[in-house]
């Protein structure tokens, strides 16, 4: 008979003794567990005993974990939490540097367990260590002076330890003081620091920035971007990852009101988004991160990859002012750039006001911009209030004009002298481009949390979108004539060219050239080929008969998808605990119960490898109390206060579960196939209809396979009851050929 799912087997130890195999009853209470083992080894005073996981984790078990011990586990009796709290904070203040060093080392360890921490930071630890940096510092140096080696040491497991209690959330960002943010930014402004301290300095900095309005004030205060730069130019990269995230950081809560700055003094409080990408410039970060870090012969790690994006996407938001700014017709200046455009293309000087009729002007003005491919032939300026793209279009051909002269003048005068039906408008081109280039790379929306999708192209030019667009103008003008399109086929052209452009992307190509040369592959004729490959590959069911037996088949492969997302939800899933700084995350798993009645969830310390027992999830829900399911803005979560609801992407994953009065459990799913599956399965659960991209995906992938299968042409050929046996094993392998 098997023993009780209660009672749990497993090896405790304690330091100096033999471990012991004991028996636990996860139904009595932890202390009498604790009292038990403390008993067995004649320990006193048990209360001040404490179990823990004798793993690389050494969290502490609690009433609230304790579910997560398995048969086999191996435990260790520890002195209890609070007690090691008092023990380290005692000790963090020794007069003793050895004492000191060991006690801050074992804090910087402890600190990773909320339990810990949480009786750490009751007894003021958080004032303490901050009191500590501020006043120890001068100490610090004294030692680094005297060749002490534990200086760096010191500082560093003070920093790591300040760092990893901040992040369980339980204190505010806002509590600290001008004095310990200058602190921390005086450590990233030497020139020689220690590693450690330096990386836990820009941790602090990235979230401090991250957390608070007031703390970003404080910050871009005391530190500039050239204080920043130097770190690029080292070999480590966790240290230009870190320094990449706090100019992620500084980009993202910079003000966005326009403001007057001195640019002998680039101070980031002063710098408006717009002048700061002037100040980046400037300071030559983008080919700093392009020599060190894209270019390095080191591999780039997925959270490189991520701030990397991260700058890509902020540096293109840039451009969201001018994209949602519209043409004033009556400003003279506007005008006068739609005047250089004329005067650049048909090498003409503005007339004066005395010169021929007003008429006659008129007549010329409205001959050339018609040529120029305005839509609007006397008032080009009305074509420029649309947003998007609004003055980015216009910003986009001056810049063509001017710094691809020669293109540019080819262009205009070889499609002003076409048959006009087949001319190629540049004015509608250029508008209706710069508005696609804008959606490719989703201008004005706000980073992913995980994406790691940057483009290295895009930090090899200074004016990197300009130049984007300048290849992409060309490349319309290619396929125009390779389509010989007329103005009915507008909308084709730009269809094969957003294709074509998002096809060469796909590549990541290195530079602007390499782009370029990708899309000289990508010709009209190219595209055709490949569109057509892709047909071949779909078989055409729309006759009547095909049509009848798909819905015939369709209701049995929704059966089929829907006990594949009930047994996904069975399976569970770990979801992440959104927080301010990616790099710790929380996360908590929640799965369905096999007879599908009821909802397991809980907390987890750590992302789990493989299914999470139902025993271990402290908390359930049954299915019978759900009310209802709501996803994305509607998610009680999103409506929030906070950066979350402004993000996209995580607007796309959250879902929430309303039970019982205003109660609610709230999801944010790590990608988008497990969004589908678990929205599909609880609807599923509820009788209502899946509705999902996934579920469509599927039907139409399970559908097509089914039918290929019933039409398969199977008159006179017997198929076998048993799959065919497994070949025997050649007696040797001399028909391999090794390529290497």
Same mark, same amino acid.
Request: proline share 4%; with cysteine.
């Given at each position: 008979?098997? *023993?009780?799912?209660?009672?749990?087997?497993?090896?405790?130890?304690?330091?100096?003794?033999?471990?012991?195999?004991?028996?636990?009853?996860?139904?009595?209470?932890?202390?009498?567990?604790?009292?038990?083992?403390?008993?067995?080894?004649?320990? *006193?005073?048990?209360?001040?005993?404490?179990?823990?996981?004798?793993?690389?984790?050494?969290?502490?078990?609690?009433?609230?974990?304790?579910?997560?011990?398995?048969?086999?586990?191996?435990?260790?009796?520890?002195?209890?939490?609070? %007690?090691?709290?008092?023990?380290?904070?005692?000790?963090?203040?020794?007069?003793?540097?050895?004492?000191?060093?060991?006690?801050? !080392?074992?804090?910087?360890?402890?600190?990773?367990?909320?339990?810990?921490?949480?009786?750490?930071?009751?007894?003021?630890?958080?004032?303490?260590?901050?009191?500590?940096?501020?006043?120890?510092?001068?100490?610090?140096?004294?030692?680094?002076?005297?060749?002490? *080696?534990?200086?760096?040491?010191?500082?560093?497991?003070?920093?790591?330890?300040?760092?990893?209690?901040?992040?369980?959330?339980?204190?505010?960002?806002?509590?600290?003081?001008?004095?310990?943010? !200058?602190?921390?930014?005086?450590?990233?402004?030497?020139?020689?620091?220690?590693?450690?301290?330096?990386?836990?300095?820009?941790?602090?900095?990235?979230?401090?920035?991250?957390?608070?309005?007031?703390?970003?004030?404080?910050?871009?205060?005391?530190?500039?971007?050239?204080?920043?730069?130097?770190?690029?130019?080292?070999?480590?990269?966790?240290?230009?990852?870190?320094?990449?995230?706090?100019?992620?950081?500084?980009?993202?809560?910079?003000?966005?009101? !326009?403001?007057?700055?001195?640019?002998?003094?680039?101070?980031?409080?002063?710098?408006?988004?717009?002048?700061?990408?002037?100040?980046?410039?400037?300071?030559?970060?983008?080919?700093?991160?392009? %020599?060190?870090?894209?270019?390095?012969?080191?591999?780039?790690?997925?959270?490189?990859?991520?701030?990397?994006?991260?700058?890509?996407?902020?540096?293109?938001?840039?451009?969201?002012?001018?994209?949602?700014?519209?043409?004033? *017709?009556?400003?003279?200046?506007?005008?006068?750039?739609?005047?250089?455009?004329?005067?650049?293309?048909?090498?003409? $000087?503005?007339?004066?006001?005395?010169?021929?009729?007003?008429? !006659?002007?008129?007549?010329?003005?409205?001959?050339?911009?018609?040529?120029?491919?305005?839509?609007?032939?006397?008032?080009?300026?009305?074509?420029?209030?649309?947003?998007?793209?609004?003055?980015?279009?216009?910003?986009?051909?001056?810049?063509?004009?001017?710094?691809?002269?020669?293109?540019?003048?080819?262009?205009?005068? $070889?499609?002003?002298?076409?048959?006009?039906?087949?001319?190629?408008?540049?004015?509608?081109?250029?508008?209706e481009l710069t508005k696609m280039l804008c959606e490719i790379l989703k201008v004005g929306e706000l980073p992913s949390e995980n994406c790691h999708d940057f483009h290295p192209m895009f930090f090899t030019h200074d004016r990197s979108f300009e130049e984007f667009f300048c290849i992409c103008i060309q490349l319309l003008n290619k396929t125009w004539k390779e389509m010989r399109a007329t103005s009915e086929d507008f909308n084709k052209v730009m269809q094969v060219v957003r294709e074509q452009i998002t096809r060469a992307l796909t590549v990541k190509p290195n530079s602007l050239d390499q782009f370029k040369s990708r899309l000289q592959n990508l010709s009209y004729t190219e595209i055709l080929k490949i569109r057509q490959s892709e047909r071949m590959n779909q078989e055409d069911f729309q006759s009547r008969p095909i049509l009848e037996l798909r819905e015939k088949i369709q209701p049995e492969i929704m059966e089929l998808i829907k006990q594949q997302r009930l047994n996904r939800l069975c399976e569970g899933t770990c979801f992440r605990k959104i927080s301010s700084r990616r790099r710790q995350d929380k996360f908590w798993y929640c799965r369905l119960s096999p007879n599908h009645k009821v909802l397991h969830y809980g907390d987890l310390e750590e992302s789990p490898q493989g299914e999470v027992p139902h025993d271990s999830l402290q908390d359930k829900l049954p299915v019978a109390d759900i009310k209802a399911v709501v996803t994305g803005k509607d998610c009680p979560h999103m409506k929030e206060k906070g950066a979350l609801k402004q993000n996209k992407e995580v607007l796309e994953l959250a879902f929430s579960i309303l039970y019982e009065s205003d109660e609610y459990l709230n999801f944010i799913a790590p990608d988008k196939h497990e969004y589908c599956v678990w929205t599909d399965g609880l609807n599923a659960l509820l009788g209502k209809e899946m509705t999902s991209e996934f579920t469509r995906s599927d039907l139409d992938t399970l559908l097509n396979m089914e039918m290929k299968l019933r039409l398969l042409d199977l008159e006179n050929i017997q198929i076998p009851e048993a799959p065919p046996p497994i070949p025997k094993e050649p007696s040797n392998y001399d028909f391999v050929y090794d390529c290497n």
């Open positions: 008979m098997p *023993p009780p799912a209660d009672i749990l087997k497993v090896a405790i130890e304690w330091p100096g003794a033999f471990p012991k195999l004991m028996e636990i009853d996860q139904k009595k209470p932890l202390s009498a567990i604790i009292k038990e083992v403390c008993d067995g080894w004649q320990l *006193p005073n048990h209360e001040t005993f404490a179990l823990q996981n004798a793993d690389s984790t050494n969290f502490y078990i609690t009433e609230k974990n304790r579910n997560n011990i398995k048969n086999g586990s191996i435990l260790r009796l520890t002195t209890s939490p609070a %007690q090691m709290a008092m023990q380290l904070h005692e000790r963090v203040q020794s007069t003793s540097l050895d004492v000191k060093l060991d006690a801050l !080392k074992e804090l910087a360890n402890s600190s990773r367990d909320i339990t810990f921490a949480q009786e750490f930071i009751n007894l003021d630890g958080i004032a303490l260590l901050t009191q500590m940096v501020e006043s120890g510092t001068e100490r610090y140096q004294k030692l680094q002076k005297m060749m002490k *080696p534990c200086f760096g040491e010191m500082l560093s497991f003070t920093l790591t330890a300040f760092v990893e209690l901040m992040d369980h959330g339980i204190v505010s960002w806002d509590t600290f003081s001008v004095a310990f943010i !200058k602190k921390i930014a005086s450590f990233v402004c030497k020139s020689s620091m220690d590693s450690a301290v330096l990386q836990r300095s820009l941790a602090i900095l990235e979230s401090m920035v991250l957390n608070s309005q007031d703390l970003y004030q404080k910050v871009a205060q005391e530190i500039t971007i050239g204080q920043l730069m130097p770190h690029l130019q080292g070999t480590d990269q966790d240290i230009q990852t870190y320094t990449i995230a706090v100019i992620n950081a500084l980009f993202l809560k910079a003000p966005e009101e !326009k403001r007057q700055f001195d640019e002998s003094n680039v101070n980031i409080l002063d710098c408006p988004l717009t002048e700061m990408a002037h100040i980046l410039a400037q300071k030559q970060l983008r080919s700093i991160i392009l %020599q060190n870090v894209i270019r390095s012969t080191k591999p780039i790690n997925d959270e490189m990859a991520h701030q990397l994006y991260m700058l890509q996407v902020l540096t293109f938001n840039l451009l969201e002012d001018r994209m949602m700014t519209k043409m004033d *017709p009556q400003d003279q200046a506007q005008r006068d750039i739609i005047f250089e455009l004329r005067r650049i293309a048909f090498d003409v $000087e503005c007339e004066s006001n005395n010169s021929g009729s007003i008429e !006659k002007r008129k007549s010329m003005y409205t001959r050339d911009y018609k040529k120029l491919g305005f839509i609007n032939h006397v008032n080009p300026a009305v074509d420029f209030t649309q947003i998007p793209p609004g003055m980015l279009a216009l910003d986009n051909m001056l810049y063509f004009a001017r710094h691809h002269q020669d293109s540019y003048i080819r262009i205009v005068l $070889e499609n002003s002298s076409r048959e006009d039906k087949h001319e190629c408008p540049f004015g509608r081109s250029s508008i």
